[in-house]
């Protein structure tokens, strides 16, 4: 026990104090003074390390803090991983992300996630790799985006893993497409294409499946690209048992839909809670199915205001599915807005009269040619109504 003490107190005396003798480890060698001494360089040699560790600690956290963005649990969190003695190195890191578009808030993400960049050199390990992306048509926006939301590329390789899936992927892809991908996808870079990605794009072209259908998908929806390719073999068999035409992008879309098994049964359950049967809900899905990759909240918000506020029978949506993905603020609600009006003042009896497509899938100058143009002598307002200027209980 002795003999490690002095070791510990050897070991900190020579790295602290080089002109300080190395301390005596043997214990039949040691006399009272000698422990004495050791003792006392022990303690004050751990004082010492303690207040410089403290001291770059505070400097880091408060760094972090001021500089960087991070709340204070955040930076507390990032300091146990990187350790600032001085502000020169930190501040040319940030000069650079900024020069290179990166905005305060994808600064603050990227370091929060990474805070070793901050004593590292971007010049070397991140501009290779925004240069090269910018190459191929990525904006400096859009690069800035991508590294902040999967810091995760910054550990990715250029030349072995970067390069080859972009390769492999320009051969898919647009350059309006790959955009759209990048938004989307970039973390297909963190385990390159040949794992999944490339068995899964040919199991879509055994399928029959056009170049321009599985570029939809893997531009807008490469999450399900990514899947296992046993698991993704068995959902593309499900679309084609249900009788989708793989030819068209309705099959893309099922795809993806059925993909998200989570989703699938949440949405399942709310259309059923307005009284749709399970032939209902597949009958929809067949017509439209990107009814089946809505969020539950924006599902219940146009069933709630299209049965509830205006009365249509929960199962006639069911025919007309595309309706779900229509904008409540933008479309819907503008539009029914109108259909009160005319109701109120007595020009359309029910509800019941009123075809459900012709108001809500019309293009818009269909809709304002029948439904207000035409009664504009006898509801002066109509229009204001529908823009939003009037409310329908002062007309």
Request: contains cysteine.
């Amino acid at each position: 026990m002795v003999s490690l003490f002095n070791l510990e107190a050897a070991r900190l005396g020579y790295s602290l104090f080089p002109k300080t003798k190395r301390f005596v480890v043997g214990v039949g060698d040691l006399k009272p003074s000698d422990f004495d001494f050791s003792l006392q360089s022990l303690i004050l040699c751990r004082h010492f390390v303690s207040e410089i560790s403290q001291t770059d600690h505070d400097f880091t956290v408060n760094y972090l803090i001021n500089s960087c963005g991070l709340s204070p649990e955040g930076a507390i969190s990032a300091s146990k991983r990187v350790k600032l003695r001085s502000p020169e190195r930190a501040d040319s890191v940030l000069s650079f992300l900024r020069s290179h578009g990166f905005s305060a808030t994808q600064i603050s993400k990227l370091i929060r996630s990474r805070p070793q960049l901050l004593v590292g050199y971007p010049e070397k390990t991140l501009l290779p790799k925004l240069e090269f992306f910018m190459s191929i048509g990525i904006s400096r926006e859009e690069l800035a985006k991508t590294f902040a939301s999967v810091p995760a590329l910054l550990d990715v390789s250029l030349q072995k893993r970067i390069k080859p899936t972009c390769l492999f992927l320009g051969n898919l892809l647009s350059g309006k497409n790959f955009v759209a991908f990048l938004k989307n996808g970039s973390r297909i870079f963190l385990e390159g294409h040949s794992k999944n990605l490339a068995p899964n794009i040919g199991i879509l072209r055994e399928l029959g499946m056009p170049q321009s259908c599985i570029s939809l998908l893997l531009a807008h929806f490469p999450s399900c690209l990514i899947r296992n390719p046993e698991n993704f073999g068995k959902v593309v068999d499900e679309v084609k048992h249900m009788g989708f035409n793989p030819e068209k992008s309705t099959s893309a879309m099922a795809i993806k839909a059925l993909c998200s098994k989570s989703i699938w049964n949440h949405n399942c359950e709310s259309y059923k809670r307005w009284g749709w049967s399970e032939d209902d809900v597949l009958s929809a899905f067949k017509r439209f199915p990107h009814c089946m990759t809505k969020s539950e909240k924006k599902i219940m918000q146009v069933m709630e205001f299209l049965v509830n506020k205006m009365g249509w029978p929960a199962r006639v949506i069911a025919k007309y599915p595309a309706i779900v993905s229509l904008s409540l603020e933008e479309r819907i609600i503008p539009r029914c807005s109108v259909v009160k009006v005319l109701m109120l003042k007595g020009l359309i009896k029910e509800i019941e009269n009123v075809s459900l497509y012709s108001v809500m899938l019309p293009a818009e100058k269909f809709f304002l040619a029948k439904f207000v143009t035409g009664y504009i002598d006898e509801v002066p307002q109509l229009l204001s109504v529908y823009q939003g200027k009037v409310k329908v209980e002062d007309v």
